[in-house]
Protein backbone atom coordinates (compact mmCIF):
# COMPACT_ATOMS: atom_id res chain seq x y z
CA UNK A 1 0.00 0.00 0.00
CA UNK A 2 1.41 3.61 -1.25
CA UNK A 3 0.72 7.08 0.17
CA UNK A 4 0.92 10.23 -1.07
CA UNK A 5 3.07 12.94 0.13
CA UNK A 6 3.06 16.61 -1.48
CA UNK A 7 6.17 18.11 -1.52
CA UNK A 8 5.94 21.59 -1.70
CA UNK A 9 8.83 23.54 -2.93
CA UNK A 10 9.86 27.03 -1.74
CA UNK A 11 12.78 29.45 -3.62
CA UNK A 12 13.41 32.74 -3.34
CA UNK A 13 11.88 35.01 -5.97
CA UNK A 14 15.35 36.54 -6.78
CA UNK A 15 15.38 33.39 -9.03
CA UNK A 16 12.87 34.41 -11.34
CA UNK A 17 14.73 37.53 -11.99
CA UNK A 18 17.96 35.72 -11.92
CA UNK A 19 17.35 33.11 -14.23
CA UNK A 20 18.50 32.37 -18.04
CA UNK A 21 17.60 30.60 -20.88
CA UNK A 22 20.24 28.00 -19.89
CA UNK A 23 19.34 28.42 -15.94
CA UNK A 24 15.94 27.51 -17.29
CA UNK A 25 16.88 24.47 -19.54
CA UNK A 26 19.18 23.45 -16.27
CA UNK A 27 16.43 23.46 -14.04
CA UNK A 28 14.38 21.63 -16.11
CA UNK A 29 17.02 18.89 -16.59
CA UNK A 30 17.60 18.55 -12.95
CA UNK A 31 13.49 17.94 -12.37
CA UNK A 32 13.97 15.94 -15.12
CA UNK A 33 16.67 13.64 -13.08
CA UNK A 34 14.42 14.06 -9.96
CA UNK A 35 11.70 12.32 -11.21
CA UNK A 36 13.59 9.59 -12.56
CA UNK A 37 15.15 9.04 -9.32
CA UNK A 38 11.34 8.97 -8.00
CA UNK A 39 10.93 6.04 -10.03
CA UNK A 40 14.27 4.52 -9.20
CA UNK A 41 13.15 4.33 -5.64
CA UNK A 42 10.00 2.56 -6.30
CA UNK A 43 7.70 5.71 -5.87
CA UNK A 44 6.18 7.38 -8.47
CA UNK A 45 4.83 11.12 -9.22
CA UNK A 46 1.43 10.95 -9.76
CA UNK A 47 1.39 15.23 -10.48
CA UNK A 48 3.20 18.42 -10.14
CA UNK A 49 3.48 21.98 -11.55
CA UNK A 50 5.85 24.57 -11.71
CA UNK A 51 4.20 27.85 -10.66
CA UNK A 52 4.82 31.51 -11.73
CA UNK A 53 6.48 33.77 -9.49
CA UNK A 54 4.76 35.01 -6.56
CA UNK A 55 4.22 38.56 -7.00
CA UNK A 56 1.80 37.34 -9.68
CA UNK A 57 -0.87 35.70 -7.66
CA UNK A 58 -3.94 37.14 -6.01
CA UNK A 59 -5.46 35.94 -3.07
CA UNK A 60 -9.18 35.96 -2.12
CA UNK A 61 -10.38 35.86 1.81
CA UNK A 62 -13.34 36.17 3.50
CA UNK A 63 -13.89 39.17 4.86
CA UNK A 64 -15.20 39.66 8.34
CA UNK A 65 -19.12 40.04 6.30
CA UNK A 66 -18.36 37.09 4.39
CA UNK A 67 -18.12 39.11 1.17
CA UNK A 68 -14.70 37.80 -0.96
CA UNK A 69 -11.63 40.65 -0.81
CA UNK A 70 -8.84 40.39 -3.41
CA UNK A 71 -5.73 41.20 -2.07
CA UNK A 72 -2.31 41.23 -5.06
CA UNK A 73 0.08 38.73 -3.89
CA UNK A 74 0.70 36.27 -2.48
CA UNK A 75 -1.41 34.60 1.14
CA UNK A 76 2.11 34.43 2.89
CA UNK A 77 4.44 37.04 1.85
CA UNK A 78 7.77 35.48 2.92
CA UNK A 79 11.17 35.52 1.67
CA UNK A 80 10.95 32.30 0.10
CA UNK A 81 7.49 31.45 -1.51
CA UNK A 82 5.23 28.25 -3.33
CA UNK A 83 7.23 27.89 -6.58
CA UNK A 84 5.66 24.48 -7.30
CA UNK A 85 4.71 21.17 -6.21
CA UNK A 86 5.05 17.83 -6.86
CA UNK A 87 2.76 14.79 -5.70
CA UNK A 88 4.44 11.80 -5.04
CA UNK A 89 3.60 8.09 -4.05
CA UNK A 90 5.73 6.12 -2.05
CA UNK A 91 5.25 3.45 0.35
CA UNK A 92 6.57 5.17 3.47
CA UNK A 93 7.76 8.77 5.08
CA UNK A 94 11.44 7.56 5.18
CA UNK A 95 10.91 7.00 1.44
CA UNK A 96 9.58 10.49 0.99
CA UNK A 97 11.98 12.16 2.60
CA UNK A 98 14.84 10.49 1.07
CA UNK A 99 13.21 12.12 -2.07
CA UNK A 100 12.62 15.47 -0.75
CA UNK A 101 16.23 15.59 0.12
CA UNK A 102 16.93 14.99 -3.77
CA UNK A 103 14.23 17.70 -5.01
CA UNK A 104 15.86 20.28 -6.27
CA UNK A 105 14.10 23.32 -4.26
CA UNK A 106 15.28 25.17 -1.71
CA UNK A 107 13.21 24.42 0.88
CA UNK A 108 10.83 21.12 0.67
CA UNK A 109 7.97 20.80 2.65
CA UNK A 110 6.56 16.98 2.83
CA UNK A 111 2.72 16.65 3.59
CA UNK A 112 0.60 13.52 3.44
CA UNK A 113 -1.96 13.69 1.60
CA UNK A 114 -5.52 13.42 3.34
CA UNK A 115 -6.31 9.78 2.80
CA UNK A 116 -10.14 10.46 1.96
CA UNK A 117 -10.96 6.32 1.82
CA UNK A 118 -10.84 6.18 -1.84
CA UNK A 119 -8.89 4.79 -4.67
CA UNK A 120 -9.16 7.25 -6.97
CA UNK A 121 -8.25 10.68 -6.87
CA UNK A 122 -10.68 13.69 -6.63
CA UNK A 123 -11.05 14.09 -10.55
CA UNK A 124 -14.23 17.32 -11.61
CA UNK B 1 5.13 -10.25 46.53
CA UNK B 2 3.16 -9.99 43.54
CA UNK B 3 3.03 -6.15 44.07
CA UNK B 4 7.07 -5.87 44.06
CA UNK B 5 7.22 -7.71 41.06
CA UNK B 6 4.48 -6.17 39.16
CA UNK B 7 6.66 -3.41 39.67
CA UNK B 8 9.31 -4.04 38.70
CA UNK B 9 7.67 -5.56 35.34
CA UNK B 10 6.40 -2.17 34.71
CA UNK B 11 9.57 -0.76 34.87
CA UNK B 12 11.20 -3.36 32.25
CA UNK B 13 8.74 -5.28 30.72
CA UNK B 14 6.29 -2.34 29.48
CA UNK B 15 8.38 -1.73 26.26
CA UNK B 16 8.23 -5.40 25.30
CA UNK B 17 4.67 -5.47 26.01
CA UNK B 18 3.65 -2.66 23.94
CA UNK B 19 5.84 -2.86 21.27
CA UNK B 20 4.82 -6.52 20.58
CA UNK B 21 1.03 -5.58 20.90
CA UNK B 22 1.37 -2.66 18.44
CA UNK B 23 2.39 -5.25 15.95
CA UNK B 24 -0.95 -7.47 16.36
CA UNK B 25 -3.02 -3.83 17.12
CA UNK B 26 -0.93 -1.69 14.21
CA UNK B 27 -1.70 1.17 16.19
CA UNK B 28 -0.23 2.88 19.13
CA UNK B 29 -3.17 4.30 20.87
CA UNK B 30 -4.57 0.32 21.30
CA UNK B 31 -1.64 -0.92 21.99
CA UNK B 32 -0.77 1.14 24.84
CA UNK B 33 -4.43 0.40 26.82
CA UNK B 34 -4.47 -3.51 25.93
CA UNK B 35 -0.63 -3.38 27.93
CA UNK B 36 -2.23 -0.83 30.54
CA UNK B 37 -5.13 -3.28 30.57
CA UNK B 38 -2.84 -6.55 30.62
CA UNK B 39 -1.22 -4.95 33.66
CA UNK B 40 -4.68 -4.67 35.56
CA UNK B 41 -5.33 -7.99 35.02
CA UNK B 42 -1.75 -9.13 36.66
CA UNK B 43 -2.50 -7.66 39.85
CA UNK B 44 -5.61 -9.80 39.97
CA UNK B 45 -4.01 -13.07 38.37
CA UNK B 46 -0.55 -13.07 40.00
CA UNK B 47 -2.14 -12.83 43.88
CA UNK B 48 -1.72 -16.53 43.89
CA UNK B 49 1.66 -16.73 42.21
CA UNK B 50 4.23 -14.54 40.07
CA UNK B 51 4.26 -16.54 36.80
CA UNK B 52 7.73 -17.95 35.61
CA UNK B 53 8.18 -15.48 33.00
CA UNK B 54 6.26 -12.20 33.52
CA UNK B 55 7.15 -10.30 30.27
CA UNK B 56 5.57 -13.33 28.50
CA UNK B 57 2.37 -14.19 30.61
CA UNK B 58 2.62 -9.85 29.99
CA UNK B 59 2.76 -9.93 26.24
CA UNK B 60 0.82 -12.77 25.79
CA UNK B 61 -2.69 -11.33 27.91
CA UNK B 62 -1.80 -7.85 25.94
CA UNK B 63 -2.36 -10.03 22.92
CA UNK B 64 -5.38 -11.47 23.79
CA UNK B 65 -6.94 -8.40 24.80
CA UNK B 66 -5.43 -6.60 21.50
CA UNK B 67 -7.61 -9.66 19.57
CA UNK B 68 -10.81 -9.37 21.31
CA UNK B 69 -11.14 -5.76 21.12
CA UNK B 70 -10.32 -5.78 17.31
CA UNK B 71 -12.58 -8.40 16.71
CA UNK B 72 -15.05 -6.47 18.25
CA UNK B 73 -13.84 -2.97 16.99
CA UNK B 74 -13.31 -3.55 13.42
CA UNK B 75 -16.03 -1.69 11.99
CA UNK B 76 -16.96 0.91 14.94
CA UNK B 77 -13.83 3.18 14.07
CA UNK B 78 -11.64 4.16 12.14
CA UNK B 79 -7.94 3.73 12.80
CA UNK B 80 -4.78 5.00 12.60
CA UNK B 81 -2.67 2.55 11.39
CA UNK B 82 0.88 1.63 12.47
CA UNK B 83 3.06 0.97 9.19
CA UNK B 84 4.21 -2.60 10.57
CA UNK B 85 5.94 -4.77 8.17
CA UNK B 86 5.72 -8.63 8.62
CA UNK B 87 7.73 -10.61 10.28
CA UNK B 88 9.16 -13.05 7.73
CA UNK B 89 8.15 -16.86 7.97
CA UNK B 90 5.77 -15.91 11.38
CA UNK B 91 2.67 -14.99 9.39
CA UNK B 92 1.17 -18.08 9.99
CA UNK B 93 1.27 -18.60 13.34
CA UNK B 94 0.57 -15.03 14.05
CA UNK B 95 -2.55 -14.92 12.17
CA UNK B 96 -3.87 -17.79 14.00
CA UNK B 97 -3.39 -15.93 17.10
CA UNK B 98 -1.80 -18.82 18.78
CA UNK B 99 1.24 -18.03 20.84
CA UNK B 100 2.60 -15.18 22.16
CA UNK B 101 5.01 -13.87 19.19
CA UNK B 102 8.13 -13.11 20.14
CA UNK B 103 10.03 -10.81 18.35
CA UNK B 104 12.96 -9.44 20.24
CA UNK B 105 13.12 -6.59 17.77
CA UNK B 106 10.01 -4.95 18.34
CA UNK B 107 10.93 -2.78 20.80
CA UNK B 108 13.63 -1.61 19.48
CA UNK B 109 11.72 -0.89 15.85
CA UNK B 110 9.72 1.17 18.25
CA UNK B 111 11.82 3.34 19.83
CA UNK B 112 13.20 4.07 16.00
CA UNK B 113 9.35 5.07 15.73
CA UNK B 114 9.69 7.40 18.30
CA UNK B 115 12.58 9.31 17.73
CA UNK B 116 12.20 9.59 14.24
CA UNK B 117 13.94 12.73 12.69
CA UNK B 118 10.63 13.84 11.21
CA UNK B 119 9.42 14.23 15.01
CA UNK B 120 10.24 17.49 17.34
CA UNK B 121 12.54 16.78 19.97
CA UNK B 122 10.02 17.26 22.38
CA UNK B 123 8.01 15.07 21.05
CA UNK B 124 10.63 12.00 20.66
CA UNK B 125 10.89 12.72 24.58
CA UNK B 126 7.45 12.36 25.10
CA UNK B 127 6.68 9.53 22.90
CA UNK B 128 9.51 7.60 24.40
CA UNK B 129 8.59 8.08 27.94
CA UNK B 130 4.36 7.27 27.58
CA UNK B 131 3.64 5.08 24.96
CA UNK B 132 7.13 3.34 24.96
CA UNK B 133 8.24 3.16 28.88
CA UNK B 134 4.18 3.91 30.54
CA UNK B 135 5.36 6.85 32.03
CA UNK B 136 2.80 9.09 32.96
CA UNK B 137 1.78 12.17 31.59
CA UNK B 138 2.85 14.43 35.17
CA UNK B 139 6.32 12.88 35.15
CA UNK B 140 6.57 13.52 31.73
CA UNK B 141 5.16 17.60 31.93
CA UNK B 142 8.22 17.80 34.59
CA UNK B 143 11.02 16.45 32.10
CA UNK B 144 9.43 18.52 29.49
CA UNK B 145 8.84 21.92 31.78
CA UNK B 146 5.39 22.03 30.16
CA UNK B 147 1.98 21.59 31.62
CA UNK B 148 0.06 17.89 31.71
CA UNK B 149 -2.46 19.37 28.61
CA UNK B 150 0.38 20.17 26.88
CA UNK B 151 2.33 16.90 26.82
CA UNK B 152 -1.09 14.90 26.65
CA UNK B 153 -1.85 16.94 23.14
CA UNK B 154 1.61 16.77 21.70
CA UNK B 155 1.68 13.03 22.47
CA UNK B 156 -1.56 12.89 20.68
CA UNK B 157 -0.44 15.37 17.39
CA UNK B 158 2.64 13.32 17.51
CA UNK B 159 0.83 9.56 17.06
CA UNK B 160 -1.55 11.29 14.50
CA UNK B 161 1.75 12.45 12.56
CA UNK B 162 2.93 8.51 13.03
CA UNK B 163 0.08 7.04 11.48
CA UNK B 164 -1.10 9.95 8.21
CA UNK B 165 2.72 10.48 7.37
CA UNK B 166 3.53 7.00 8.01
CA UNK B 167 6.91 6.96 9.87
CA UNK B 168 7.41 3.59 9.71
CA UNK B 169 7.83 0.54 12.69
CA UNK B 170 11.38 -0.13 11.28
CA UNK B 171 15.00 -0.55 12.35
CA UNK B 172 16.60 1.85 9.92
CA UNK B 173 18.89 1.00 7.01
CA UNK B 174 22.75 0.47 7.66
CA UNK B 175 23.19 3.44 5.66
CA UNK B 176 20.85 5.48 7.87
CA UNK B 177 21.53 3.90 11.02
CA UNK B 178 23.84 6.01 12.49
CA UNK B 179 22.38 9.01 12.16
CA UNK B 180 18.96 7.57 13.67
CA UNK B 181 20.84 5.78 16.16
CA UNK B 182 22.17 9.01 17.15
CA UNK B 183 18.85 10.84 17.88
CA UNK B 184 17.79 7.83 20.13
CA UNK B 185 21.00 7.90 22.35
CA UNK B 186 20.12 11.62 22.59
CA UNK B 187 16.87 11.35 23.54
CA UNK B 188 17.93 8.57 26.26
CA UNK B 189 20.53 10.45 27.16
CA UNK B 190 18.22 13.29 28.01
CA UNK B 191 16.52 11.21 30.31
CA UNK B 192 18.76 10.48 32.11
CA UNK B 193 20.01 13.80 32.56
CA UNK B 194 16.08 14.93 33.36
CA UNK B 195 16.63 12.22 36.20
CA UNK B 196 19.97 12.77 37.22
CA UNK B 197 18.84 16.87 37.94
CA UNK B 198 15.84 16.36 38.50
CA UNK B 199 13.34 19.48 39.85
CA UNK B 200 11.77 17.87 42.70
CA UNK B 201 12.82 17.96 46.49
CA UNK B 202 15.85 15.63 45.80
CA UNK B 203 18.65 15.39 43.52
CA UNK B 204 17.37 13.01 40.80
CA UNK B 205 14.30 10.85 40.35
CA UNK B 206 15.43 7.38 40.44
CA UNK B 207 12.11 6.40 37.93
CA UNK B 208 13.80 8.77 34.84
CA UNK B 209 17.25 7.22 35.31
CA UNK B 210 15.66 3.41 35.42
CA UNK B 211 14.11 4.17 32.80
CA UNK B 212 16.95 5.73 30.89
CA UNK B 213 19.09 2.80 32.25
CA UNK B 214 16.57 0.24 31.25
CA UNK B 215 16.62 1.58 27.47
CA UNK B 216 20.16 1.85 26.66
CA UNK B 217 20.69 -1.40 28.18
CA UNK B 218 17.89 -2.86 25.66
CA UNK B 219 19.62 -0.86 22.71
CA UNK B 220 23.33 -2.31 23.96
CA UNK B 221 21.42 -5.97 23.80
CA UNK B 222 19.84 -5.60 20.22
CA UNK B 223 22.38 -3.82 18.79
CA UNK B 224 25.61 -5.62 19.57
CA UNK B 225 27.49 -4.50 16.59
CA UNK B 226 27.20 -0.36 17.16
CA UNK B 227 29.96 1.22 19.45
CA UNK B 228 27.45 3.99 20.41
CA UNK B 229 24.90 2.22 22.84
CA UNK B 230 27.64 0.56 25.06
CA UNK B 231 29.33 3.87 25.06
CA UNK B 232 26.05 5.77 26.59
CA UNK B 233 25.31 2.77 28.76
CA UNK B 234 28.83 3.47 30.19
CA UNK B 235 28.78 7.18 30.12
CA UNK B 236 25.63 6.40 32.41
CA UNK B 237 27.10 3.71 34.47
CA UNK B 238 30.17 6.24 35.02
CA UNK B 239 27.76 9.25 35.97
CA UNK B 240 25.25 7.07 38.18
CA UNK B 241 28.62 5.44 40.12
CA UNK B 242 29.25 9.17 41.32
CA UNK B 243 25.49 9.81 42.28
CA UNK B 244 25.68 9.00 46.21
CA UNK B 245 28.49 11.00 46.31
CA UNK B 246 27.17 13.87 44.71
CA UNK B 247 25.13 14.78 47.77
CA UNK B 248 26.47 14.96 51.22
CA UNK B 249 24.57 14.00 54.51
CA UNK B 250 22.68 17.28 55.05
CA UNK B 251 21.70 16.61 51.35
CA UNK B 252 24.13 19.76 50.18
CA UNK B 253 25.39 19.49 46.71
CA UNK B 254 29.43 18.40 46.62
CA UNK B 255 31.07 18.66 43.45
CA UNK B 256 33.29 16.05 41.85
CA UNK B 257 36.55 17.43 43.00
CA UNK B 258 35.31 16.84 47.34
CA UNK B 259 33.35 13.86 46.51
CA UNK B 260 34.50 11.16 49.03
CA UNK B 261 36.19 8.67 46.23
CA UNK B 262 35.00 5.92 48.84
CA UNK B 263 31.40 6.22 48.20
CA UNK B 264 31.64 5.82 44.27
CA UNK B 265 29.57 2.71 43.15
CA UNK B 266 32.97 0.23 42.30
CA UNK B 267 30.23 -2.30 40.46
CA UNK B 268 29.44 0.81 38.23
CA UNK B 269 32.42 1.87 37.66
CA UNK B 270 34.13 -1.33 36.43
CA UNK B 271 31.23 -2.24 34.15
CA UNK B 272 31.19 1.57 33.12
CA UNK B 273 35.18 1.07 32.18
CA UNK B 274 34.74 -2.11 30.06
CA UNK B 275 31.94 -0.95 27.94
CA UNK B 276 33.61 2.61 27.56
CA UNK B 277 36.93 0.60 26.95
CA UNK B 278 34.78 -1.53 24.48
CA UNK B 279 33.34 1.51 22.72
CA UNK B 280 36.27 3.69 22.54
CA UNK B 281 38.08 0.73 20.54
CA UNK B 282 35.69 -0.52 18.05
CA UNK B 283 35.63 3.41 17.54
CA UNK B 284 34.66 3.28 13.21
CA UNK B 285 37.40 4.38 11.03
CA UNK B 286 35.65 8.13 10.89
CA UNK B 287 36.85 8.16 14.29
CA UNK B 288 35.13 8.34 17.84
CA UNK B 289 31.52 8.36 18.50
CA UNK B 290 30.73 11.35 20.46
CA UNK B 291 29.45 8.85 23.66
CA UNK B 292 32.68 7.09 23.59
CA UNK B 293 34.54 10.43 24.05
CA UNK B 294 31.72 11.59 26.47
CA UNK B 295 32.42 8.30 28.48
CA UNK B 296 36.14 8.67 28.35
CA UNK B 297 36.26 12.00 29.64
CA UNK B 298 33.67 10.33 32.25
CA UNK B 299 36.05 7.76 32.79
CA UNK B 300 39.15 9.64 33.27
CA UNK B 301 37.77 11.37 35.84
CA UNK B 302 36.63 7.90 37.74
CA UNK B 303 39.83 6.47 37.61
CA UNK B 304 41.84 8.97 39.48
CA UNK B 305 42.59 8.53 42.92
CA UNK B 306 42.65 12.10 43.63
CA UNK B 307 41.45 15.14 42.25
CA UNK B 308 45.33 16.67 41.49
CA UNK B 309 45.90 12.86 39.85
CA UNK B 310 43.06 13.63 37.01
CA UNK B 311 44.66 13.71 33.36
CA UNK B 312 43.25 17.44 32.68
CA UNK B 313 45.34 17.64 29.45
CA UNK B 314 43.71 14.27 28.50
CA UNK B 315 40.34 15.42 29.22
CA UNK B 316 40.80 18.85 27.71
CA UNK B 317 42.02 16.23 24.29
CA UNK B 318 38.94 14.24 24.38
CA UNK B 319 36.28 17.77 24.53
CA UNK B 320 38.97 19.09 21.36
CA UNK B 321 37.81 15.81 19.99
CA UNK B 322 33.97 16.36 20.83
CA UNK B 323 34.65 19.52 19.17
CA UNK B 324 35.47 17.94 16.04
CA UNK B 325 32.40 15.09 15.90
CA UNK B 326 29.21 16.75 17.40
CA UNK B 327 29.91 20.58 17.97
CA UNK B 328 27.86 22.02 20.28
CA UNK B 329 27.30 25.71 22.51
CA UNK B 330 27.75 22.94 25.38
CA UNK B 331 30.68 20.92 24.43
CA UNK B 332 32.37 24.40 23.98
CA UNK B 333 31.31 25.27 27.52
CA UNK B 334 32.45 22.05 29.09
CA UNK B 335 36.11 22.51 27.45
CA UNK B 336 36.25 25.55 28.63
CA UNK B 337 35.56 24.38 32.09
CA UNK B 338 37.99 21.33 31.52
CA UNK B 339 40.83 23.61 30.03
CA UNK B 340 40.76 25.91 33.29
CA UNK B 341 41.23 22.82 35.34
CA UNK B 342 44.49 22.09 34.11
CA UNK B 343 47.40 23.05 36.17
CA UNK B 344 48.97 26.59 35.29
CA UNK B 345 46.06 27.09 32.70
CA UNK B 346 45.31 30.92 31.57
CA UNK B 347 42.06 31.77 33.30
CA UNK B 348 41.35 34.96 31.69
CA UNK B 349 41.44 33.19 28.55
CA UNK B 350 38.89 30.71 29.24
CA UNK B 351 36.86 33.38 30.10
CA UNK B 352 37.28 35.26 27.26
CA UNK B 353 35.81 32.10 25.33
CA UNK B 354 33.24 31.28 27.67
CA UNK B 355 32.02 34.78 27.48
CA UNK B 356 32.20 34.39 23.61
CA UNK B 357 29.33 31.66 24.30
CA UNK B 358 26.95 34.23 25.87
CA UNK B 359 25.64 35.04 22.98
CA UNK B 360 24.73 31.78 21.76
CA UNK B 361 20.99 31.69 21.51
CA UNK B 362 20.81 28.16 22.95
CA UNK B 363 22.70 28.82 25.91
CA UNK B 364 20.24 31.52 26.98
CA UNK B 365 18.56 29.94 29.61
CA UNK B 366 21.54 27.31 30.16
CA UNK B 367 22.24 27.77 34.51
CA UNK B 368 25.71 26.34 33.57
CA UNK B 369 27.47 28.86 31.67
CA UNK B 370 26.82 31.75 34.41
CA UNK B 371 27.36 29.52 37.06
CA UNK B 372 30.97 28.27 35.17
CA UNK B 373 31.69 32.35 34.55
CA UNK B 374 31.39 32.82 38.41
CA UNK B 375 33.72 30.14 39.50
CA UNK B 376 36.25 31.87 37.22
CA UNK B 377 35.39 35.12 38.28
CA UNK B 378 36.15 33.85 41.58
CA UNK B 379 39.13 32.24 41.35
CA UNK B 380 40.21 35.15 39.26
CA UNK B 381 39.18 37.11 42.10
CA UNK B 382 36.85 39.53 40.46
CA UNK B 383 34.40 39.49 43.44
CA UNK B 384 31.96 42.04 42.05
CA UNK B 385 31.36 40.26 38.95
CA UNK B 386 31.34 37.10 40.58
CA UNK B 387 28.54 37.80 42.41
CA UNK B 388 26.44 38.89 39.52
CA UNK B 389 27.52 36.17 37.67
CA UNK B 390 25.85 33.46 40.45
CA UNK B 391 22.89 35.96 40.53
CA UNK B 392 22.32 35.03 36.52
CA UNK B 393 22.78 31.47 37.56
CA UNK B 394 20.21 31.58 40.58
CA UNK B 395 17.60 33.05 38.15
CA UNK B 396 18.07 29.98 35.52
CA UNK B 397 18.12 27.02 38.47
CA UNK B 398 14.88 25.49 39.87
CA UNK B 399 16.56 22.57 41.38
CA UNK B 400 16.80 23.38 45.25
CA UNK B 401 20.20 21.45 45.86
CA UNK B 402 21.84 23.12 43.33
CA UNK B 403 20.25 26.48 44.36
CA UNK B 404 21.47 26.34 47.53
CA UNK B 405 25.07 25.38 46.55
CA UNK B 406 25.13 28.55 44.08
CA UNK B 407 23.75 30.70 47.32
CA UNK B 408 26.22 29.58 49.52
CA UNK B 409 29.24 30.45 47.02
CA UNK B 410 27.97 33.45 46.00
CA UNK B 411 28.10 34.47 50.23
CA UNK B 412 30.91 33.63 50.36
CA UNK B 413 32.96 35.31 47.58
CA UNK B 414 30.40 38.08 48.59
CA UNK B 415 31.13 38.14 52.09
CA UNK B 416 35.01 37.57 51.24
Known amino acids: MMARYMFLMFDSEDWYDDVDEQGMADEMRLHHDFMEAVRAAGASVVGGEALERPSTASTVRRGDDGAPMVTDGPFADTKEALGGFYVIEAADLDVALRLAAICPAGTVEVRPVLDIGDDDPVTP | MPEAALQRAYRTAWPVV ?13 AEDCTQDAFVRALGAWADGVPANPTGWLTTTARRIALDRLRRETALRRRLPLLVEPVVGKGAAQEAGQEAPTEPADPLRLVFTCCHPALARESQVALTLRPL ?8 AAVLLTGEAGVAARITRAKRKIASARIPFRIPAEDELPARLDAVLTVVHLLYTAGHVGSGPGLTSADLTGRAFGLARMLVRLLPGEPEPRALLGLLL ?26 WDRRMIAEGLTLATAALRAGPDTGHGRFALQAAVAGLHVVATSPERTDRALIVTMYDALMGVAPSPVVALNRAAARSRVPGSDLG ?11 DPALARYPYLPAARADLLRRLGRTVEAVAAYDAALALTTNPVERRFLAGRRATVHGG
Do not use: F
Open chain 2, 18 to 30: VATTARVTRDLDL
Open chain 2, 349 to 359: AVLADLDALAD
Open chain 2, 238 to 263: LTEARAGARTDGGGELVLLDDQDRSG
Open chain 2, 133 to 140: CGVDTAAI
